[in-house]
């Protein structure tokens, strides 16, 4: 990739040898790319608040040798691993949370999806500066996700896909990717369980997934059951 510097793109090869196996599939070697920095790079929050933020941590050369990255930065070192393995990646920049942000939206399978490695990699928890590598925060909520979920708290004027596949929530599961913190439900007995359960907790709004064409039996009676 020309706009990386060969620095970089030596750093990138490094990584991608030591998380990629042949025997992995598109959405596994995204995946894999995803938590290898969740899980060696952290937010530059204290240089964020002092506002010193150095100029590396806006490059993958910062996020893969430091360690530390803003939002720019964790996107940038996205793109470049998923450009060694093959994976059409783009850097996306706008709005979130009230600031200006970075993402990307990545191509797998043929689809394509955004991901947001920065918010997955969550710096504060309930206000609470994390500690160096904490993993315990570490989410799946932005990764692979369609444009209905992310424009939820995202906003930009040129992302340059439509991101409107569905999620691969087979996939996911068997990976342990528990989406939004929602339960998938895959049987009329599951989904009339949840619903008993909530019920019983006096939650009358909540969230679920639910396995495409599910509800084409008579629901009624199971939930009289």
Same mark, same amino acid.
């Given at each position: 990739?020309?706009?990386? #510097?060969?620095? *970089?793109?030596?750093? @990138?090869?490094?990584?991608? @040898?030591?998380?990629?196996?042949?025997?992995?599939?598109?959405?596994?070697?995204?995946?894999?790319?995803?938590?290898?920095?969740?899980? +060696?790079?952290?937010?530059?929050?204290?240089?964020?608040?002092?506002?010193?933020?150095?100029?590396?941590?806006? =490059?993958?050369?910062?996020?893969?040798? +430091?360690?530390? @990255?803003?939002?720019?930065?964790?996107?940038?070192?996205?793109?470049?691993?998923?450009?060694?393995? &093959?994976?059409?990646?783009?850097?996306?920049?706008?709005?979130?949370?009230?600031?200006?942000?970075?993402?990307?939206?990545?191509?797998? *399978?043929?689809?394509?999806?955004?991901?947001?490695?920065?918010?997955?990699?969550?710096?504060?928890?309930? &206000?609470?500066? =994390? =500690? %160096?590598?904490?993993?315990?925060? +570490?989410?799946?909520?932005?990764?692979?996700?369609?444009?209905?979920?992310?424009?939820?708290?995202?906003? #930009?004027? +040129?992302?340059?896909?439509?991101?409107?596949?569905?999620?691969?929530?087979?996939? @996911?599961?068997?990976?342990?990717?528990?989406? *939004?913190?929602?339960?998938?439900?895959?049987? #009329?007995?599951?989904?009339?369980?949840?619903?008993?359960?909530?019920?019983?907790?006096?939650?009358? =709004? %909540?969230?679920?997934?639910?396995?495409?064409?599910?509800?084409?039996?008579?629901? &009624?009676?199971?939930?009289?059951?």
């Amino acid at each position: 990739v020309s706009a990386y #510097t060969q620095e *970089e793109n030596q750093l @990138a090869d490094a990584v991608i @040898a030591k998380i990629i196996r042949s025997s992995m599939g598109e959405f596994e070697r995204v995946k894999a790319i995803h938590d290898y920095l969740l899980m +060696n790079v952290d937010y530059d929050y204290q240089n964020l608040i002092n506002n010193t933020i150095p100029a590396a941590s806006h =490059t993958a050369k910062g996020a893969l040798t +430091n360690k530390y @990255a803003v939002c720019d930065g964790y996107s940038h070192a996205f793109q470049l691993l998923c450009s060694k393995i &093959g994976i059409s990646c783009e850097f996306v920049s706008g709005t979130s949370k009230g600031g200006s942000h970075a993402w990307n939206q990545v191509k797998i *399978e043929g689809n394509w999806y955004n991901i947001d490695v920065t918010w997955d990699d969550p710096a504060t928890v309930n &206000g609470v500066t =994390t =500690t %160096f590598h904490d993993h315990s925060a +570490n989410s799946y909520e932005y990764f692979c996700i369609p444009d209905s979920l992310m424009y939820k708290d995202h906003q #930009t004027s +040129n992302a340059p896909h439509k991101c409107t596949a569905p999620l691969l929530f087979e996939r @996911a599961l068997k990976a342990g990717i528990p989406w *939004e913190n929602a339960p998938y439900i895959t049987s #009329t007995n599951e989904l009339v369980e949840l619903i008993k359960k909530e019920v019983q907790k006096g939650n009358y =709004t %909540f969230s679920f997934y639910m396995k495409q064409n599910l509800l084409t039996g008579d629901m &009624g009676t199971a939930l009289m059951d």
